[in-house]
Nanobody, 113 residues
């Protein structure tokens, strides 16, 4: 069974930075596009950023220029570098293997004003 384990969430002040990591196991990681989603209280889960097998990236408009998704196939890990964080970025962040039913357990990110 595929396992995706997120880490790196926490509490940060507005304007600060965090880096999320998602370690994958039991898959051929390099053969899968990966994505980061988030879900704030009372809101639907939304795609924040995605990265293809070839390394092409896409971002939600709300995070463009602030967040960067990257992957290290040797480490079976995908990252989300989050800079200039805002209170509205507060959410549970989930890693997902795109085009599959596999999700991580989520990691909480809280940005205080």
């Amino acid at each position: 069974q595929v396992q995706l384990v997120e880490s790196g969430g926490g509490l940060v002040q507005a304007g600060g930075s965090l880096r999320l990591s998602c370690a994958a196991s039991r898959i051929i990681f390099a053969n899968n596009a990966m994505g980061w989603y988030r879900q704030a209280p009372g809101k639907q889960r939304e795609l924040v950023a995605g990265i293809t097998i070839a390394g092409y990236t896409n971002y939600a408009d709300s995070v463009k220029g602030r967040f960067t998704i990257s992957r290290d196939n040797a480490k079976n890990t995908v990252y989300l570098q989050m800079n200039s964080l805002k209170p509205e970025d507060t959410a549970v962040y989930y890693c997902k293997m795109l085009n599959s039913p596999y999700w991580g357990q989520g990691t909480q990110v809280t940005v205080s004003s």
